[in-house]
């Protein structure tokens, strides 16, 4: 069976950071393509971040570019998200997911799409 549980959400002001993990069972993580989604209120389900399983390579939505980390630890089964320079743009609920599948150049292109998900969890940027 497979789980994602993510932690670390939470409120944090303006220009502040925040780390969010996901630890993750019941697959093959190593080869597993990680990665992060976040939903904004009255907003779509977007793209934020992966991390390719194999490779390593990393995947950015362009409005967390320079600003957010995806990193993935195969030895503990997890995946973390560094998030910098936090806007009230940023606040959502985020979701850990895995297993990409799909056609484009990686995660989160063309109609790559995650298999899995996480139950989401809440971070609020807000003074």
């Known amino acids: 069976q497979v789980q994602l549980v993510e932690s670390g959400g939470g409120l944090v002001q303006p220009g502040g950071s925040l780390r969010l993990s996901c630890a993750a069972s019941?697959?093959?993580?190593?080869?597993?393509?990680m990665g992060w989604y976040r939903q904004a209120p009255g907003k779509e389900r977007e793209f934020v971040a992966a991390v390719q399983g194999n490779s390593g390579i990393a995947f950015y939505a362009d409005s967390v570019k320079g600003r957010f980390t995806i990193s993935r630890d195969n030895a503990k089964n997890t995946i973390d998200l560094q998030m910098n320079s936090l806007t009230p743009e940023d606040t959502a609920i985020y979701y850990c997911?895995?297993?990409?599948?799909?056609?484009?150049?990686?995660?989160?292109?063309?109609?790559?799409?995650?298999?899995?998900w996480g139950p989401g969890i809440q971070v609020t940027v807000s003074s």
């Open positions: 019941g697959f093959t993580f190593f080869s597993s393509d």
């Open positions: 997911t895995a297993e990409y599948e799909g056609v484009g150049r990686g995660p989160g292109t063309g109609t790559i799409r995650p298999r899995y």
